[in-house]
């Protein structure tokens, strides 16, 4: 679960304080809220940190970011944790360190006007920061401020012209005692958290698409069958017993060849078994492989195969890795290169 402070997004709090910086020169804005908007800006230009900090609820925003982005996270892990569980990890390690982090961000970029990446002790998150193209983010536009009384918004538009996507914030606002503006929430950090995932997804998937090609024409899989064997002594689980049949053609000898059955029709409820093949001085050619996957009773998919037995289109199997005897090896990327 602590994979989740990876997408820790001190990097939207940055683009916050930059959109807030600028809205002043949209529209022609005529007295406030713009004169608190020119404020701010003219606090992140001469790196004034207690004017920007009077002006923005940087730890209300950084909070309403935290349970934004991490809730939104946590619904898309699937590792089975309780209701108490998940909300101990939340309260007593997700939360206090990604406000942690983002705030010390948030504190470097106010002084220096940017934010350091340590190459020798650099954190998940900085590593985060680093491969989210900070540099790529633009301003498409920003909405006229709307006023109600005692509240205030404004919507402002992004584009990470590296990744390709959009996203956008709504800025709360609120009237301080002297008639001013303070910015006191943003919305929407949820959503450039999900952009964010899609492109970055999209980008692996295309780095990836050539790898498995080439993995493809030298272990070209023809075939999948599979039965229920017998499971363990008492009966609690059983033994799906896999046949690969497969065509290996390599230029030079293979050492193993690494991969993964997967079961299931779907992403949501599939599941995915690895496999390694100990290749070392075996031949090649088309030759059919043995795997066995123990079927978990409680694994969805593979208590369906227990009662119903397996139908051949919920099994597919994919080859992520093969290496060779002279210690070369190709395989699929399972994050973005740095």
Same mark, same amino acid.
């Given at each position: 679960?602590?994979?989740?402070?990876?997408?820790?997004?001190?990097?939207?709090?940055?683009?916050?304080?930059?959109?807030?910086?600028?809205?002043?020169?949209?529209?022609?804005?005529?007295?406030?809220?713009?004169?608190?908007?020119?404020?701010?800006? $003219?606090?992140?230009?001469?790196?004034?940190?207690?004017?920007?900090?009077?002006?923005?609820?940087?730890?209300?925003?950084?909070?309403?970011?935290? $349970?934004?982005?991490?809730?939104?996270?946590?619904?898309?892990?699937?590792?089975?944790?309780?209701?108490?569980?998940?909300?101990?990890?939340?309260?007593?390690?997700?939360?206090?360190?990604?406000?942690?982090?983002?705030?010390?961000?948030?504190?470097?970029?106010?002084?220096?006007?940017?934010?350091?990446?340590?190459?020798?002790?650099?954190?998940?998150?900085?590593?985060?920061?680093?491969?989210?193209?900070?540099?790529?983010?633009?301003?498409?536009?920003?909405?006229?401020?709307?006023?109600?009384?005692?509240?205030?918004? @404004?919507?402002?538009?992004?584009?990470?012209?590296?990744?390709?996507?959009?996203?956008?914030?709504?800025?709360?606002?609120?009237?301080?005692?002297?008639?001013?503006?303070?910015?006191?929430?943003?919305?929407?950090?949820?959503?450039?958290?999900?952009?964010?995932?899609? @492109?970055?997804?999209?980008?692996?998937?295309?780095?990836? @698409?050539?790898?498995?090609?080439?993995?493809?024409?030298?272990?070209?899989?023809?075939?999948?069958?599979?039965?229920?064997?017998?499971?363990?002594?008492?009966?609690?689980?059983?033994? %799906?017993?896999?046949?690969?049949?497969?065509?290996?053609?390599?230029?030079?000898?293979?050492?193993?060849?690494?991969?993964?059955?997967?079961?299931?029709?779907?992403? $949501?409820?599939?599941?995915?078994?690895?496999?390694?093949?100990?290749?070392?001085?075996?031949?090649?050619?088309?030759?059919?492989?043995?795997?066995?996957?123990?079927?978990?009773?409680?694994?969805?998919?593979?208590?369906?195969?227990?009662?119903?037995?397996?139908?051949?289109?919920?099994?597919?199997?994919?080859?992520?890795?093969?290496?060779?005897?002279?210690?070369?090896?190709?395989?699929? %990327?399972?994050?973005?290169?740095?």
């Amino acid at each position: 679960m602590k994979k989740i402070l990876w997408i820790a997004t001190g990097f939207v709090v940055l683009m916050l304080m930059v959109g807030i910086g600028v809205l002043v020169t949209y529209y022609g804005l005529q007295a406030r809220p713009a004169n608190s908007f020119k404020t701010i800006r $003219e606090a992140i230009a001469k790196h004034d940190a207690e004017t920007f900090y009077k002006m923005v609820d940087i730890d209300a925003i950084l909070n309403s970011a935290a $349970e934004q982005i991490l809730v939104e996270q946590l619904s898309q892990d699937k590792t089975a944790y309780s209701t108490q569980q998940v909300a101990a990890v939340y309260n007593n390690e997700l939360k206090p360190d990604f406000i942690s982090i983002t705030k010390r961000a948030v504190d470097e970029y106010l002084t220096t006007g940017k934010v350091s990446f340590d190459s020798v002790a650099m954190t998940n998150t900085q590593r985060w920061l680093k491969r989210s193209s900070i540099n790529s983010c633009e301003i498409e536009g920003i909405s006229k401020p709307a006023v109600m009384g005692e509240n205030g918004s @404004a919507l402002i538009m992004f584009r990470n012209t590296d990744l390709k996507f959009s996203f956008e914030l709504e800025l709360e606002l609120e009237r301080t005692e002297d008639d001013g503006w303070r910015v006191v929430n943003a919305k929407g950090f949820d959503n450039y958290n999900k952009a964010l995932n899609r @492109a970055l997804d999209k980008k692996l998937a295309a780095l990836n @698409a050539p790898i498995f090609a080439q993995l493809e024409r030298i272990v070209n899989v023809q075939e999948l069958s599979a039965r229920i064997g017998e499971g363990d002594e008492y009966g609690f689980s059983q033994t %799906l017993r896999i046949a690969m049949k497969a065509d290996v053609k390599a230029d030079k000898p293979l050492s193993k060849i690494m991969g993964k059955i997967i079961i299931g029709y779907n992403d $949501e409820d599939s599941n995915a078994s690895p496999f390694v093949l100990d290749m070392a001085y075996h031949p090649t050619g088309l030759q059919t492989f043995n795997i066995d996957k123990v079927l978990n009773p409680f694994v969805r998919s593979d208590v369906d195969i227990m009662k119903h037995g397996l139908r051949r289109s919920a099994l597919r199997a994919e080859i992520d890795e093969v290496d060779f005897l002279d210690g070369t090896s190709i395989k699929i %990327l399972d994050r973005l290169p740095e």
